[in-house]
């Protein structure tokens, strides 16, 4: 059966993989990643939201940035939220230009109804990025306030804000499909 | 467009599990905390260690420093306001702080009442002993919950004891018949919507933080293996010998808490912890307040 991963260092692991679980019905088996030999034959693989400096160090310091980005060209396909869009960002995996806590610190965190792929959906923004470039070829899913927050390029998507922080499955589904 | 709502102010806490929260005293050490893979930093005065030793009245920071650790930092930054010291509390929340912390470690303003902190913007963390504590805490309006350990000690003693209770009373809840659950309600001040969410998660329904006593990479992965989402590490970094190797040992200790091998790598060589105090010596202990 295929593997759909999320990648086990911090943050909002646990309500990803939640969610994964809850949809899977015997199509794909949702599995925690912490070393290269997970990440190894992984369809898909979600990068959570989190500290992306955090996550970024024990990344490195276990070569697993490496291993993402050859498995990524290789197909794997990959979804970074908030946090994991600063890392593909940083990993060269999509081209977008982002700008870290660019709304601001917690006090600017805010909730909001987005429209992601023609679908109603919540937006959680948490100390959220921005994107403010979106190179060639890359699709926008979602916007808001005339600024992209869910952007696509072949196998690798985006996400500024939470899906995993509410009940809404829209976009988990929208993964999952890519993947399958 | 919604700001300051109770799923923000828990969603940031959810973001900062797995990870470790340093407290740091200026703007280099919020550096090298960051680099070391902090999730956040708590911008502090002293250390608790040097609270203890120093005495007088422990109280909020100098807003000068933590303007200065915010502007050095991308991590949340989290400050410190005296237990039921509401005005420290608007001043932190004018500062913009990402959350604060209304803690025992501060000399306690109020000895009747906590912070109403459902009246703030910014999210709060609170400490508790057991689980009752944690949900007045949670009702008072807490986002987030950091079981106390006895602060500046280096002794993980407490914060174990703190974390085994409120996992002990928490199974003990999900036993309870509903007179039972009535009683616990009544004698422990919570409301019973709250004790039935603990009841139907199996935990409290916030995250929940250990703190006070982590000194080693063992100590930190110890408290996770005890089930709590991530730890608070105070004095236990920067009066150690080796303030930045330590750091990011206890940061990977607590990616890895499972691997035993990774934890015997990452204690390696680290000097010297902070020195360790005896519980029962202590003039003052901070979890009572």
Redesign the interface.
């Known amino acids: 059966m295929k593997k759909i991963g999320v990648l ?8 990803h993989f939640a969610i994964l679980d809850s949809i899977s019905k015997d199509r794909f088996e949702p599995v925690l990643v ?1 070393t290269i030999e997970d990440i190894n034959g992984l369809s898909g693989l979600v990068l959570p ?3 992306s ?2 996550i970024d ?2 990344l490195q ?1 276990y070569n697993l940035d490496n291993e993402i980005v050859s498995q990524a060209k290789n197909g794997m396909f990959v979804w970074g939220t ?2 994991g869009a600063i890392i593909l960002s940083e990993l060269g995996l999509i081209d977008i230009g982002i700008e ?2 660019a709304y ?9 109804e987005l429209e992601f792929n023609g679908k109603k959906i919540p937006g ?1 923004f ?2 959220a990025p921005k994107i403010n470039r979106v190179g060639e070829g890359v699709e926008i899913l979602s916007k808001h306030d005339g600024g992209a927050v869910a952007v696509r390029k072949n196998n690798i998507l985006v996400t500024t804000f ?1 899906p995993e ?1 509410t009940d809404n499955i829209t976009v988990h589904e929208y993964f999952v499909e890519m993947c399958l | ?5 109770p ?3 828990k ?2 806490a ?6 470790v929260i340093m407290d740091v005293v200026n703007a280099e050490q919020a550096r090298i905390a ?7 930093v708590m911008a502090l005065e002293r250390v608790p260690s040097d609270i203890r030793a120093d005495g007088g009245v422990a109280r909020m920071s100098d807003p000068k420093m933590i303007k200065e650790i ?1 502007a050095e930092v ?4 989290m400050a410190k306001v005296r237990i039921g010291h509401f005005v420290e509390a608007q001043i932190l ?1 004018a500062l ?4 604060i912390d209304e803690s025992e470690v501060l000399t306690p303003a109020d000895e009747k009442y906590h912070i109403d902190k459902s009246n703030f ?3 709060f963390v609170c400490g508790c002993r057991n689980l009752g504590e944690a949900l007045r805490r949670i009702s008072e309006g807490a986002t987030m919950i950091r079981t106390k350990g006895e602060a500046g000690t280096g002794n993980i003693v407490e914060a174990v004891r703190h974390m085994r209770t409120v996992n002990e009373e928490t199974e003990a809840l999900q036993k309870m018949n509903d007179s039972e659950l009535e009683k616990y309600s009544e004698e422990e001040r919570t409301a019973l919507d709250l004790l039935k969410e603990v009841i139907s998660l199996g935990r409290l329904p916030v995250v929940n933080f250990a703190a006070g006593g982590i000194a080693t990479p063992a100590d930190a992965a110890l408290m996770m293996q005890l089930g709590c989402d991530g730890v608070f590490v105070g004095s236990g970094i920067f009066k150690s010998d080796d303030p930045a190797g330590r750091a990011k040992a206890i ?2 200790a ?3 808490f499972e691997s035993p091998k990774i934890l015997a790598k990452a204690s390696e060589g680290l000097g010297e912890a902070m020195p360790g105090l005896e519980i029962d010596l202590l003039e003052q202990k901070y979890a009572g307040r």
């Open positions: 086990d260092i911090q943050g909002s692991v646990e309500e912490k939201g989190g500290e400096t955090a160090s024990l310091k908030c946090a870290r806590n601001g610190g917690q006090l600017h965190s805010f909730e909001t959680v948490i100390r939470h922080l | 467009m919604q700001k300051n709502t799923k923000l102010k969603g940031l959810q973001m900062l599990k797995g990870g960051e680099d070391a893979g902090a999730v956040a915010m991308s991590i949340p930054v929340e913009e702080v990402d959350y913007k910014i999210p940061v990977e607590v990616m890895n």
